[in-house]
């Protein structure tokens, strides 16, 4: 693995680069992979972002023109595996010469890597390989950063935001990055959907195992009748666990008639990975997935009389 | 008006403490009073906190044993006005020998005062404060001063959050302070009660000026209905103004029979308060409120009509 410096002088070394970030790309990744591209183009370099779909909310990410060249260099920034590359971008697996992520669990294929599984966002690592370069923080590049930053830690609320994150989050706004723009599209704005899919799914809201398990689910029928996309549905999974006394929370979303995407998220030392294995499944302590087949009323009946044993 | 420098000295040359918080508190008036008791006990000075009614979610805030002692000093911290005082303290009023407060509008009877209005939370100065007197951030000074600063910046996620703010919480950080507990069960924790509350009132929701204002409202009928307590009706009004589009947020509490709370929040220029004035209220640009007399119905109509016309 290289270290800091070494990826500034690769950095520095090459020209011409394809920047990838993950599918259904989040702050942090496009965060990443605009700030990289900016600060390529001050040391004159080429660049362009090779990313998917960026959802509505991230139009505001400071982007470079179109540039004309031929790819000499591929970095990927914020992607953990493989598999996390968009579709469109199948082309570049084994192909990627830097890949900069921050994923403890990282298994990317690449030919140098710098990966800091103690950074609580990719652009948290950014910021630092920038100080290491010949690239100043420019407006744009902070307000890069600080979304990569704020999203990936939930504006500073998650376990993983240091007293490192927050210097560097205040460094960013020493650069005079749009806090109050960005802090407020990313976490203070819902659409008119999103406010309806919350309302009809707190509706569907059931505890069991005396209060320590709460069950939420979506159905196909719901989805349909709120004309709502799958990229509305992002968030659910963290409202049955909110609730006081809640130690395990599930999301039931019907992904296809009678097939149902298990979310499970949970509080203090019940593992959550534990739970989903019963079904196939796996993930984090806190935070895991399994898939169930059956109509509604038998997957929750499974997974009620799964909690009750568990909990 | 002294500074912090005077302030410290003011505190190592008197004893015997009182220190008052404003009434319903919050996390910065009950993490401040804690916090600076705990400093005095450390430069061998009595204090005592005076406070009222403190929310059950704040229990967990080091407290010290009772102390028996005469009271020679009266400090107040985070307490803008006289009138803010809890109805137990108003033997205090005119006779509060400092105020510690960060409110810029501070109007509170002291004998000395120390406001610093850039300072995002009370707490924040606690920290300055600290660092010029013989005190050492113990972890459960941490705690206290951590828990104000988060809560009045909504987790670093409101403007009044600066570059100073994300540091001071950094060092605090450093000190060990509790963050994952702290920002769970001020962020992540709604009771039953809430999740029941929440779900009845987005079913109130109205959109109208084509889409610029949302009104939802809660009844008596409805909050008996739900058994729900007055202490539990925090954060409502903070739910229409988040929805995309949305540029006026009102929220409606019928206090008594037929005489409704407004609550309105707002974004982008649209002047709260001016909007408020149209009824006898007032308040900041982005949130004020007033009081309006009648029925739902009658209430609601003069609230769409007065919004059609603002907006």
């Known amino acids: 693995m290289m270290n800091l410096y070494e990826v500034a002088r690769f950095l520095e070394a090459h020209d011409n680069y394809d920047i990838l970030t993950h599918a259904y790309p989040d702050g942090d990744t496009l965060g990443s992979a605009f700030a990289l591209s900016l600060a390529l183009a001050q040391i004159g370099k080429k660049s362009r972002v090779i990313t998917t779909g960026i959802p509505s909310s ?76 010949d690239v100043k923080i420019t407006h744009d590049i902070a307000n890069c950063l600080y979304t990569g930053i704020s999203t990936d830690t939930g504006c500073f609320r998650y376990t993983n935001t240091t007293a490192e994150t927050m210097r560097v989050a205040a460094s960013l706004m020493d650069f005079g990055c749009d806090t109050a723009y960005i802090n407020k599209a990313m976490f203070e704005t819902k659409t008119k959907n999103k406010i309806m899919l919350e309302r009809a799914v707190y509706d569907t809201m059931k505890y069991c195992a005396d209060g320590k398990c709460a069950i939420i689910h979506t159905t196909l029928d719901m989805i349909e009748k709120l004309g709502i996309g799958d990229d509305e549905m992002e968030g659910l999974a963290s409202i049955p666990r909110q609730i006081e006394g809640v130690l395990m929370g599930i999301t039931m979303r019907e992904k296809q008639k009678d097939f149902f995407k298990i979310s499970v998220r949970t509080n203090e030392n019940i593992n959550a990975s534990d739970f989903c294995a019963q079904f196939g499944g796996g993930g984090h302590p806190a935070a895991a997935g399994c898939t169930i087949e059956g109509d509604l009323k038998t997957v929750t009946e499974k997974l009620v009389k799964a909690a009750e044993r568990f909990l």
């Open 58 to 133: 991230f139009k505001y990410l400071p982007k470079l023109d179109e540039q004309e060249f031929e790819t000499q260099t591929v970095v990927s920034v914020d992607v953990a595996a493989d598999s996390l590359l968009g579709s469109n971008m199948s082309q570049y697996i084994g192909k990627v010469d830097l890949c900069i992520d921050h994923h403890g669990s990282n298994t990317f294929t690449a030919k140098a890597k710098f990966v800091d599984k103690f950074a609580a966002a990719n652009c948290e690592i950014l910021y630092k390989l920038f100080q290491r370069m």
